[in-house]
């Protein structure tokens, strides 16, 4: 580990950008692969299908999921590439990880739902590791506190799904439920490493933003 942790501190800007390049392509190419099991399980080949206009709103809201995880990938990289603290860039990069089960499982039940992931992808990717390389220079509290409140935003966002989501799409709500235990422990985690409160229009400048993206990839 120590030895990883050394090789990392001992990249060049040019080698990390070049890192980054290629994680973004495996993000947006669907390479990625998930660390844990799928929390919907197999699919039951005798399980009745949903309703055909279920299945559509089922396969939009996981499609608003799915390209929330490319962009939560893209921010914690990007907060991840240009912070200074060790600590602090373990923390992001263990949650960059784990969002990656999110992205391949919200992935896999758009397959399963004959459905696709948003156009913009790359456009959400690049605005979000933009924007996480921002936070990234705005020192570690602040940092941490862009994480805390975006996994806040987040939940939220995620309960409103679990309450739209078709009665009979058991699959989608055991992915979302679990997306969900998974962001509360991130927020927690960075509010014990010392993540400061985000000044207001901060908080709602991320919430307009985070509005567009999930109104636009509703259908996009």
Request: aromatic content about 4%; proline content about 5%; some cysteine.
């Amino acid at each position: 580990m120590m030895g990883k942790m050394a090789f990392s501190r001992r990249m060049s800007l040019p080698d990390r950008i070049l890192a980054e390049a290629g994680r973004a392509l495996q993000v947006l190419g669907g390479a990625a692969h998930a660390q844990r099991p799928n929390p919907a399980g197999r699919p039951d080949p005798g399980a009745e299908p949903l309703a055909p206009e279920d299945a559509r709103r089922a396969a939009a809201l996981m499609r608003v999921n799915h390209v929330g995880e490319v962009c939560a990938q893209a921010l914690y990289r990007g907060q991840s590439m240009f912070c200074r603290d060790d600590q602090v860039r373990s923390v992001l990069d263990k949650a960059a990880s784990e969002e990656v089960d999110h992205l391949v499982w919200c992935r896999d039940r758009l397959a399963e739902l004959q459905s696709r992931p948003s156009y913009l992808n790359p456009l959400w990717y690049a605005g979000s590791f933009s924007l996480g390389a921002l936070a990234s220079c705005a020192g570690v509290g602040r940092n941490l506190g862009f994480m805390a409140e975006t996994e806040a935003q987040v939940e939220h966002h995620l309960n409103t799904h679990l309450a739209r989501l078709p009665a009979g799409d058991a699959r989608s709500r055991r992915i979302v439920e679990q997306m969900r235990n998974d962001e509360i422990g991130h927020g927690d985690t960075a509010r014990r490493h010392g993540a400061h409160i985000l000044p207001g229009p901060a908080r709602l400048a991320m919430k307009a933003m985070a509005r567009v993206m999930t109104t636009t990839a509703y259908w996009v």
